[in-house]
């Protein structure tokens, strides 16, 4: 069983918007203990740092391209972690995966990491068309 299912992405305009959900699957981790990211990987790129979130939604974290663009929140009691997206551009194209991190105290250089994540999602493709 996937931990992790992602879902929301879709093609959209260029200067659209997009909220993408991660939800937590089964009883594999104890959703509120762990950090929360995302990241993204376009066709022949690496994987790249989006954003993450503390385990209390206290603090978060975003890639440099991300910043005032987008914006993570998690809902504890849903075990759900959100990524909302706007203006968006072509080159925001990529599958975008969610990934869990013990502990949960969000570390900058961790949270950017994508070797510290337990568990990660199947991904969700978001196409964005100039």
């Known amino acids: 069983q996937v931990p992790l299912v992602e879902s929301g992405g879709r093609f959209v305009q260029a200067g659209g918007s997009l909220r993408l959900s991660c939800a937590a699957s089964?009883?594999?981790?104890?959703?509120?203990?762990?950090?929360l990211g995302w990241f993204r990987q376009a066709p022949g790129k690496e994987r790249e740092f989006v954003a993450a979130?503390?385990?209390?939604?206290?603090?978060?974290y975003y890639g440099d391209s991300m910043k005032g663009r987008f914006t993570i929140s998690r809902d504890n009691a849903k075990n759900t972690v959100y990524l909302q997206m706007i203006s968006l551009k072509p080159e925001d194209t990529a599958v975008y995966f969610c990934?869990?991190?013990?502990?949960?105290?969000?570390?900058?250089?961790?949270?950017?990491?994508?070797?510290?994540?337990?568990?990660w999602g199947q991904g969700t493709q978001v196409t964005v068309s100039s």
């Open positions: 089964g009883r594999t981790f104890t959703f509120s203990s762990y950090a």
């Open positions: 990934a869990a991190d013990f502990p949960g105290t969000l570390e900058t250089s961790r949270a950017t990491n994508f070797h510290e994540y337990d568990f």
């Open positions: 979130i503390s385990w209390d939604g206290n603090n978060t």
